[in-house]
């Protein structure tokens, strides 16, 4: 006998061993687990899109279908990173089921994630909710929409802000424009042909008129060639600089990053610094029913007021139809959504600003709230609290910054100087004025209505574990709080295949859930079985012994 260690020996004997009949790699993976609901997912997929997409020739390449699994069940398991990705498929039985014993590069998964895949995924989003409505986990009649900020693989602190941009673009115009003047006012007193006045001018005016000045005799001066030279080589590409930031930031945002243009600066809640620091980031919208996500958008615009009706416009163009209901918080309570939601007769239990304050004893018993006062619909009149008739003193439309215009009516009371409660009244001069939008106004009140009917309170208590619940299961269960993409495809492709990720992971425990309960009745009928076939032997028993 050896004098070696026999824990040792034993070990060694483990990890050399040899089978007679190789084991298969499903012996290992349980049948509810999520590998295979991901496996069968993609199996029902239509992805004839993606493998036209690949030319013809060329080396054999792998399938879009395996890397699609892959992709989707290391979303599932919380793995972002390709490298990542090539490392598990080496390491995990469950991957190596998955990828049918092939190991593909990251190089290879990312350049499928990040070019094949971004025109293709919001259809794929869509089949994979389609499931979900065949399974009945989801109806698409209702809508919870919430709206979260993700922070974008942008730096951190290289920003553009359009106010700094046109404050120094305006400055620069008036230093060109004095160049100009001198050297145009040396061609003039040669008797040059001139414009009497200057003209505005962008870079490619400003290329054009150094060229003029070039033709001319003057240029052949030192000290014209000096200025023609600062403009060429100084202010003009100055100018296009700044032309280009503009136009990066676009008609809709006031910034963008310099690092991933079509990121805008917001204020996160969920900042690493805790101070509250603008950050670049993305506006993600998204519905939900039973926790399962069911639309999704992204957006460059930080509120969640102007990104509503595009948002329900993407919904019904993803499903060919809009939804019964819908149900959101007062970011999303306006005249414009509002008004959108009647035209398309859309049954909806969207808050407004102030929805819940008003609610409150110290809001209706405040007797100077504009909400307040008394309306005299007959006169046409309010009532202040003294008593006093503020009458109609004209109409006027009033236009917000993207274009939609409100209806106002200015209300004034004849005399408030010698009232003892002006003070607590208001406090401005002259008297009372008061601006109303009436059809705001009744815009709140079927609001009011809806959201405290039995319905509206069933909606409510409902919301906040829909939509905000899936976003912290996103934030702080699957760590996903910065985008790894940049661009707004790149952003859309990560979260559709987020999206897509939670799912499959919410229909794995709702199946895992159907089968234990499936489980527990069978068992439960046998239990009954046998106590019946024992109740009636016993029965049997006491008959043959009397």
Avoid at 14 to 39: G, K, M, T
Avoid at 302 to 315: A, E, Q, V, W
Avoid at 356 to 366: I, L, P, R, S, Y
């Amino acid at each position: 006998m050896g004098g070696g260690c026999p824990k040792t020996d034993a070990l060694f004997c483990i990890h050399n061993q040899y089978e007679l009949f190789p084991s298969r790699l499903d012996e290992f993976i349980p049948e509810n687990a999520p590998v295979r609901i991901v496996s069968q997912v993609v199996e029902e997929l239509d992805i004839d899109g993606i493998v036209k997409s690949y030319k013809a020739g060329g080396c054999k390449g792998y399938h879009p279908r395996m890397l699609l699994k892959v992709l989707f069940y290391s979303y599932l398991s919380n793995v972002f990173s390709c490298r990542k990705m090539e490392q598990a498929l080496t390491e995990s039985i469950a991957y190596m089921w998955l990828s049918g014993k092939q190991f593909p590069k990251h190089s290879c998964i990312n350049d499928f994630r990040s070019k094949r895949l971004k025109k293709h995924i919001h259809k794929l989003f869509t089949q994979v909710v389609l499931i979900l409505v065949d399974l009945g986990y989801v109806s698409l009649d209702v809508q919870y929409i919430d709206g979260t900020k993700i922070e974008s693989k942008a730096n951190r602190y290289s920003f553009v802000w359009r106010k700094s941009v046109e404050k120094y673009k305006v400055s620069l115009e008036k230093k060109i424009a004095n160049i100009l003047e001198q050297i145009e006012q040396g061609i003039a007193d040669d008797n040059q042909s001139h414009d009497d006045e200057p003209r505005p001018f962008d870079s490619n005016e400003l290329k054009k008129r150094i060229a003029q000045i070039k033709q001319s005799e003057k240029a052949r001066e030192k000290p014209v060639k000096k200025l023609v030279k600062e403009l060429e080589n100084k202010h003009l590409p100055k100018l296009e600089e700044y032309e280009q930031k503009l136009e990066d930031i676009g008609d809709n945002r006031n910034s963008c990053s310099k690092t991933d243009k079509e990121a805008t600066f917001m204020r996160m809640k969920e900042d690493h610094m805790k101070n509250g620091q603008l950050k670049p980031a993305y506006n993600v919208q998204m519905s939900t029913e039973n926790q399962f996500i069911t639309h999704y958008g992204i957006y460059q615009n930080p509120t969640d007021t102007r990104t509503f009706i595009d948002y329900l416009t993407g919904f019904q163009t993803r499903y060919n139809k809009q939804s019964k209901e819908v149900v959101a918080d007062s970011g999303y309570g306006s005249e414009e959504n509002y008004e959108h939601l009647e035209k398309e007769k859309i049954e909806h239990y969207v808050k407004f600003n102030y929805f819940h304050a008003e609610q409150k004893k110290a809001f209706k018993t405040n007797p100077y709230k504009v909400e307040n006062l008394h309306y005299n619909t007959v006169g046409d009149y309010f009532v202040c609290p003294m008593g006093q008739h503020m009458h109609f003193v004209t109409e006027y439309a009033k236009q917000n910054t993207h274009g939609y215009k409100s209806t106002l009516r200015k209300y004034r009371a004849k005399n408030c100087s010698k009232c003892h409660i002006r003070g607590r009244c208001f406090k401005g001069k002259g008297n009372r004025s008061i601006e109303v939008n009436f059809r705001l106004r009744a815009y709140k009140q079927q609001a009011r209505e809806a959201l405290n009917s039995d319905k509206g309170l069933q909606h409510r208590s409902k919301r906040p574990i829909e939509p905000e619940a899936v976003f912290g299961q996103i934030k702080y269960n699957k760590g996903f709080n910065r985008f790894k993409l940049k661009g707004l495809d790149g952003v859309g492709l990560e979260f559709g295949l987020v999206a897509i990720a939670l799912n499959i992971s919410k229909m794995t425990k709702k199946l895992k859930k159907k089968a234990l309960n499936a489980s527990v009745l069978f068992i439960k009928r046998l239990l009954a079985i046998v106590l019946s076939c024992k109740h009636k032997y016993q029965s049997a028993h006491n008959f043959i012994a009397a």
